[in-house]
């Protein structure tokens, strides 16, 4: 591999939280327009189309059993934390929304423990008491803004997604043992896309305009594009170099929720997010540890 400077590796990750950020704004304009459901329906298919045309043509062979059940376990999962996340983006504003997933790293501590017997040690209590406060600061801002019923329950929805996240880091750790990420990538959009399928009778969905698929076509784009990008970046650097850029995502969400969406960034969003970030940090064992979204790129 050709040596490559670490401060352009910083450069490129950042770009990559860039990316994913605007995803995420593509993502609530279309969720405000056509919905959740139709929103990821229609995006699970062209991403499946994209990671196909890089997965199949160099395949050599399909997995074992055991690592197809991680991928579609993972898959099952990853698209419960999509429309959760994606449903609640519709209904709060996007800097809050970024601020209250950040804490799934911490989260994903306490499942370890549950999960794989690891020690919940006393700074990782402290730190969770920190960032706990974080987000009540958020749901006391929320409050004195009157934001309304359906923006507390998107709250909800989004903190139910950081959780399915903390669950899906845990499992993308075996599952990066076990295959690479055009083939994690491959096999988690066919799941979803199949899952969502599944759902259509019940759900329902219409062909989106031609004015919405360039948006559709854009946010599938956006999103394999940065795990793309973050994969190299972390290729080429430590990750504890590279760990600031991923909190760089608030403040991405902070400027194009006010851009698109004219959505004010309250103090108590940012003291809270303040209060989340500094929790997930402080009880990292490892600097990656405190990452959003370094397992999706590795």
């Not at 903190?159 to 845990?170: K, R």
């Not at 929720?257 to 940012?270: A, D, R």
């Amino acid at each position: 591999m050709k040596p490559v400077s670490t401060a352009v590796a910083f450069v490129v990750a950042t770009l990559g939280i860039a990316l994913f950020s605007v995803m995420d704004a593509v993502m609530k304009g279309l969720v405000l327009a056509i919905g959740a459901y139709a929103t990821l329906f229609w995006r699970s298919l062209v991403s499946l189309g994209l990671s196909s045309a890089l997965y199949l043509p160099q395949r050599q062979g399909w997995p074992s059993r055991k690592t197809l059940r991680i991928h579609i376990g993972r898959g099952a999962l990853t698209t419960v934390m999509g429309v959760l996340f994606f449903w609640g983006l519709g209904r709060v504003p996007l800097a809050q929304a970024i601020a209250l997933a950040f804490i799934a790293p911490l989260i994903s501590l306490y499942l370890a423990a549950v999960l794989l017997h690891e020690k919940v040690g006393g700074k990782t209590v402290g730190a969770s008491v920190v960032a706990f406060g974080g987000v009540l600061l958020i749901f006391l801002g929320q409050a004195r803004a009157d934001l309304g019923r359906e923006a507390l329950i998107g709250s909800f929805a989004i903190l139910c997604s950081a959780l399915c996240y903390a669950l899906n880091i845990i499992l993308m750790r075996r599952q990066s043992l076990a295959a690479g990420p055009v083939e994690i990538g491959f096999f988690q959009n066919m799941t979803v896309a199949v899952l969502m399928l599944a759902a259509l009778p019940l759900l329902g969905t219409e062909l989106p305009s031609l004015a919405t698929w360039p948006w559709i076509v854009g946010a599938a784009l956006l999103s394999t594009g940065s795990l793309m990008i973050l994969s190299w970046a972390y290729a080429h650097a430590e990750a504890s170099y590279l760990a600031a850029t991923e909190y760089t995502s608030f403040l991405w969400a902070a400027l194009l929720g006010w851009i698109f969406f004219s959505e004010e960034v309250s103090l108590y969003t940012l003291a809270g997010a303040a209060l989340i970030v500094a929790g997930c940090i402080f009880a990292a064992r490892r600097p990656e540890e405190a990452n959003p979204h370094l397992e999706a790129a590795a």
